[in-house]
Every structure is written in C-alpha cells, then in structure tokens.
C-alpha cells in the first residue's frame, strides 16, 4: 500500500522486530533532526532497542523508570518524517510499557490498539486483562487478531513418519510418491488441523462477549515462520499462501482500502 509507516518496537527485554524484518546488524544514525529509524523499505521506518544492543544475545535488565526513558526517547527524538501511521509494537501484558506509550501519546490523539491472542482460554484470560486495560486508560480497541488459529499447509508440505516399536522412520517419499500415483489430485489440498482447542469459541466468542470488534483469524502457516525467520515479507512471493491473504484482509479493514 502507498501509506508511509513507521513501526517502534517498544518490547525493552524480548526486541524481535530486527530479526523479523531482516534488519540485525543495523545500527541508528543520528542528524540533527535526531535519530533516524532505519529503513526496510522507502516507505517502512523501524526503531528497536534491538539496533542499541552491541550483541543480539545481550539481556536488558531494565527497571521502569529507565524503560520508560528510553519510550519517551524514541517518541521524541527519532526523525520519523510525515508518516501515515506510527505502529507500536508492545510485548504482552499491560505493564510499564503500555502504561507510559498510554501516557506519552494520549495527548495525540492515539486511534487505538489491536489486540493479538491465540484460540485457547489460557491466551484469553490475558487477552480480556488487556482489554479492560485499554477501556479504563481511554484507548479504542480497534478489534482482537486471532493468531496461530489452527495448523494449514499443502498436503504436498507434510512430512510422513511410519511409527514401530523400535521407533519411526521417515515415509514421506514413499508417501507422496504414491499419492502422486494412485490420487494425484489430492497434493491440490491444502490440510487443515487445530492446534490449540478453541471448543469454548476462541477470539470471535470473546469480543462478542465483551463488545469490540473481531478483526479475523491468522492460521499457523509454517512458511509465515520461516520468512520472519529469514526478515523477508511474507507478502514477497507466493509461499505464505495460508496466512498472507488472512493477513492482507485485516490490514485493509484497518486501514479501510481496497
């Protein structure tokens, strides 16, 4: 899409977003107008303390006050130009973190929070926290992502395994090979499996129960893994046929384009 975004990642003590994205290594510039974010695309801006870390295996052993130090710092003095929307990627829970993004943007005018869970009940529990989070500090919950939202590959995709008493030995050869022979229109199907039990309703049940809204559900897709795996888009190439369409959906009823 033509929009200009920049995306702070504001998890102090687990930064992922250099290693999704494709951007370990990087280092911030300054000029000065502050700091520069550092750019995957034109028009995608990052900052992560991950770029500050001079080894990626370090841990941030922060309290607070100095978390919240560095938030308001990347608020303030990061370049980030005439931008369409600023995403703030936050870790779970509602701690110092989302207290003091809350504090440091309320007065901006924040158009709200996205709220992302996994189908089964001990992800929802904390999924409603957080939603009584964003209702008692003012801040729109723009709609809940069901991630991980059951397993879907290529049956063409699947390793088989033949299980014994001494063990299991590989039989996914054997096994492609004569689906190919004997049913070949089959390695077409795409196989479809849950992973985590969502009898109780999962996501949607719940942001029906506590009235915002349900924005859809993202399958485990093992090629989404891999490419944040290797920091490339899963949107690049064809390999991510199980997640990128749910994932394109949810960006255009957020940002409300075709």
């Not at 990052?46 to 990347?74: C, E, T």
């Not at 996205?114 to 992800?123: D, E, F, H, L, R």
């Amino acid at each position: 899409m033509d929009l200009q975004v920049g995306l702070l990642d504001i998890d102090i003590c687990g930064p992922s977003i250099p290693k999704m994205l494709g951007l370990e290594g990087q280092d911030i510039h300054q000029s000065n107008l502050g700091w520069s974010p550092v750019y995957v695309e034109s028009n995608l801006g990052v900052m992560s303390i991950g770029f500050m870390l001079p080894n990626p295996d370090d841990a941030v052993i922060w309290r607070g006050p100095r978390k919240n130090g560095l938030i308001k710092q990347f608020l303030k003095d990061v370049d980030w130009g005439e931008i369409d929307y600023l995403v703030v990627d936050a870790p779970p829970g509602t701690s110092d973190e989302h207290i003091s993004i809350v504090q440091y943007l309320q007065a901006t005018g924040i158009d709200g929070a996205i709220i992302v869970t996994t189908p089964q009940q001990v992800s929802l529990i904390d999924v409603r926290k957080e939603i009584s989070f964003c209702k008692k500090v003012g801040v729109p919950v723009l709609g809940v992502v069901e991630n991980m939202s059951g397993l879907r590959q290529p049956l063409s995709d699947l390793r088989f395994v033949k299980p014994s008493e001494a063990g299991e030995t590989d039989a996914t050869e054997w096994a492609l090979n004569y689906i190919k022979e004997k049913a070949p229109e089959l390695l077409s199907l795409v196989t479809c499996s849950e992973v985590f039990d969502s009898s109780k309703g999962g996501a949607e049940k719940m942001c029906d129960e506590m009235k915002v809204p349900f924005l859809g559900k993202v399958p485990m897709d093992p090629q989404l893994c891999k490419a944040a795996e290797e920091g490339r888009s899963c949107f690049d190439d064809q390999k991510c046929s199980a997640s990128a369409p749910a994932l394109k959906s949810i960006v255009k009823k957020l940002t409300k384009i075709d």
